[in-house]
Structures are given as C-alpha cells and as structure tokens.
C-alpha cells in the first residue's frame, strides 16, 4: 500500500476537462463498483462564481436539519483532500488509501489507474466514501464546466443548482456566455429540480431553461424571486431581512461579505423554500444559523484590521468586479492598496486593468504555480506603475509600510496567491 503522499505523487496530473469521452469512462467504472452515487440524496451545483459558497451554506443547511452531509469543493487551499468532507471533516489519509485501492481493484478489464487524472480520481473516491459512510445528502460542486465534468458521471441529483455564470475557461468552454451556459447546462437530468442563482445573463436563463425542458426536468426555480433587504454590512457581515414564500421578514447575519454573497444567499433561501416544501427541513433556524457559521477561506477573508488585509481569490472579471463592487460597498472612502498575480491562462489583462482603475498602488507577484504562472514582469508590462516583490508575503510587508489609517491591503488574483498567506 502507497502512502498517501506517494499515491498522489504518481497519480496522472493531466487535465482532461475538455475530452468528451471521459464521462462515459467514469460511468462504466461507477456501474462496475455498484453505483455509490445512487445511494444517498445529491445536490449537483455548476456555475463560473460562487459554488464553493453556495455549497458550503447547502451543506450547513442540511447539517443544522439533522444530516450527515458529504461534501465535494474545489480548489482545496491546502491538502487535495480538503474537497472530500462529511459535516466538514476531511476524509483521512487511510480511508483515501482505502477507498481508492477498493476501487482499483474492480476497474473494467480495459481500464488502469494510471488511465485516470487525479481529479477523476478524487470524484470516485468521494462517492464510494460517501456511500460507504452512509451520507443522506451529498452536495457536489463541478469542478470545470458542467458537460465533461467528471462529476457529471453521476446519476440523476435531486437537485441542480447554477449559480452565477460568467466567462472563465473560454479555451475549454467557449467565448460566448450562450456557449458557456450551454455547456453548464448539460449537467442538467431528468426528473431533476433545477435552481438558477440570481443576476444571471439573459442567454443564461434562456440556455438553462430550454435545457431543463428538453432534459425533462422537474421544475425550474429562480432565485432571483427572493427578496432580501440589506440593513447594514460590515467587515463583521451583513444584517438582512430576508422574505421568501416560507420566510416573512425573518432578520439574519450572514458572515460572509460581499453583495454578491447576498446574491448567493437567495439561492440557498430558494432551495431551504424547496427543501421546507419537500419536509426535508422543519425549521428556519438551521438556515439562520448556517448564515452566521459558514465562512470560506481565501473569499473575502479579512486577514487583519487596522489596516485592513482582504484575501479574496477572485480569478477572472466576473469575480473580480464582484470583489470591487464589494470593496466599494463597504470601504468607499478608503485607499485600496493591492497585492496580485495571475496565471497565465485567465483573462489577466482585463482584471489588471481593473484593480488599476482603484487602485492607489499594485504589487505584483508570481503565483507558486510553476506550470501555469504568469510571472510578475509579465504583469507589470500591463502595469506599467506596479512593484514586483518576490513573494505574496513579501507584498503585504510592503503594503503595510505605506499603507495609512484610511487604507485597505487586498490580495487578489488567483487561489494560488491567496493560499500562500492562508496558514498564517
């Protein structure tokens, strides 16, 4: 038996998002190993911004109603196996080890391990673990896209959820948000209760919504019919007043910041209406209370105050201009000073010159991702006034020594940034 460090080493580090056969390979192997998938309630979420969110507060949700609830998110900060919890525990070491020889063993005749990338075999290893811990839901995030996903080898879910869809992976998906949302939209099955996040381009709707009809779908919601008042935001959250079918002028705090965080909390407003429909939950106090405990490292994660840090692992122009609408919200009459970097296959132009157009100063960095870095020169040609450091770290030092009483340090860019200050 490999130790755990030594099988994800030799694992195939390929990306194969964008092949279209390999769904169908993941489905021969889950038929072959019984089916895990269809042993537990699933809740299958695509989408360019805010799954890992929405996810997050679904698997609270459910958890506050009385549940064991796995849970699949990527990108992990961390450890690759920080996408594989069940009421946020981290699947350990030996159940991986476990988990995943069980499954090599009963690979089609045909099939290797090695014929495997290393996120397909996360996907494998999270539904057999799943069923063989006996989960009542799993809520399960798309890593790329929605149609070649690995994770779209999975069964009909209960429900689908699309929160927001912008361009992002434009080489792999399309250049068009109609491609885009084409693509997502493949996740979509029969019998399955779709919900669609608010804010959404109109092309989106309209794909997801022809999708969902011809796909025989169960029903479309969205979320976009939830009203919420936001009272008051802070570093410490926003205080809404939130009305639903279910819910009249309930007041609730929601911990994470960003408007656009309020946008994904309607989305989990509209399933809890669903799920309290359905008698899958009794009460509002589990959603009250996921609100005020979910926070995600790496969004909008206040680091530090007096001066303020933010770390937020925006990583292409939807989540960025998310990041400064939000920044503009709650720090309107501050001095943004930020610390970025990029890979090279994101739209990093246009983000650069975003953070520019507010910017008082910009440090650049190179991500510690040797394989798909931009480096900071490169980023520096785009911003001509920047400052290269040599490290993420090393550009808060830097901002913190200019930065007075009326500015805010942001690190932003790409979760390969942000993740290099997250252990602090």
Same mark, same amino acid.
């Given at each position: ?5 030594e ?5 195939n ?23 895990p ?7 299958h979420l695509?989408?360019t911004n ?9 698997s ?17 900060l961390?450890?690759?196996?920080e996408?594989?919890?069940?009421n946020?525990q981290?699947?350990s ?12 063993q009963?690979?089609?005749d045909? *099939?290797? /391990?090695?014929? +495997? $990338?290393? @996120?397909?075999?996360?996907? =494998? ?6 069923? !063989? ?13 929605g ?6 080898? *999975?069964? /009909?879910?209960? +429900? $689908?959820? @699309?929160?927001?869809?912008d =361009? ?6 399309? !250049?068009?948000?109609?491609?885009i ?5 493949q996740?979509i099955?029969r ?8 804010n959404?381009h109109?092309?989106?709707?309209e ?10 779908a169960c ?5 976009s ?24 002028h309930?007041?609730?705090?929601l911990?994470m910041i960003g ?16 799920l ?14 996921a ?10 994660q ?16 939807d ?19 930020f ?9 990093y132009?246009i983000?650069?010159?975003q953070?520019?157009?507010v910017?008082d ?5 190179t991500?510690d ?5 931009l ?14 450091v ?13 930065a ?6 942001v690190?932003?860019?790409s979760?390969?940034?942000?993740k ?5």
């Amino acid at each position: 038996m490999n130790s755990y460090e030594e099988l994800i080493k030799h694992m195939n580090h390929g990306m194969l998002a964008a092949d279209d056969d390999r769904v169908a390979l993941l489905k021969k192997i889950l038929a072959k190993i019984g089916h895990p998938d269809q042993r537990y309630k699933v809740v299958h979420l695509a989408g360019t911004n805010g799954k890992g969110s929405t996810g997050s507060l679904i698997s609270q949700l459910l958890t506050n109603a009385g549940n064991k609830v796995g849970h699949f998110a990527s990108p992990a900060l961390h450890d690759l196996k920080e996408q594989i919890t069940i009421n946020q525990q981290v699947i350990s070491e030996a159940d991986f080890i476990q988990v995943y020889d069980w499954i090599e063993q009963r690979l089609p005749d045909e *099939i290797v /391990a090695a014929d +495997l $990338t290393i @996120f397909e075999w996360f996907v =494998l290893v999270m539904l057999q673990w799943f069923a !063989n811990q006996h989960v009542d839901w799993a809520v399960i995030e798309a890593g790329l896209g929605g149609r070649d996903d690995a994770t779209n080898a *999975i069964s /009909a879910p209960l +429900l $689908t959820v @699309f929160t927001h869809i912008d =361009l992002d992976h434009t080489k792999i998906l399309g !250049n068009t948000i109609k491609k885009i949302a084409y693509n997502k939209s493949q996740i979509i099955k029969r019998d399955t209760t779709v919900f669609i996040a608010p804010n959404q381009h109109a092309d989106t709707i309209e794909v997801l919504k022809r999708t969902a009809v011809k796909n025989q779908a169960c029903e479309v919601n969205e979320a976009s019919q939830i009203k919420i008042k936001i009272n008051s935001q802070s570093i410490g959250g926003s205080d809404l007043i939130v009305d639903s079918s279910y819910l009249k002028h309930v007041s609730v705090t929601l911990k994470m910041i960003g408007e656009f965080q309020v946008d994904n909390f309607k989305t989990v407003v509209s399933i809890y209406d669903w799920l309290l429909s359905h008698d899958f939950v009794s009460t509002s106090q589990a959603l009250i209370d996921a609100a005020l405990q979910v926070s995600i490292p790496g969004r909008m994660q206040v680091l530090q105050t007096n001066p303020v840090v933010i770390l937020d692992g925006a990583h292409n122009p939807d989540a960025a201009q998310q990041l400064l609408n939000s920044l503009s919200d709650l720090f309107f009459d501050k001095h943004l000073i930020f610390v970025i970097g990029f890979l090279k296959d994101k739209n990093y132009q246009i983000m650069a010159r975003q953070y520019e157009a507010v910017a008082d100063h910009i440090f650049v960095v190179t991500p510690d991702n040797e394989r798909r870095a931009l480096s900071a020169k490169q980023i520096q040609q785009t911003l001509p006034q920047s400052q290269v450091v040599a490290t993420v770290q090393q550009g808060v030092n830097a901002a913190l020594k200019i930065a007075g009483i009326q500015s805010v340090i942001v690190v932003t860019g790409s979760f390969y940034v942000v993740k290099e200050l997250t252990n602090r």
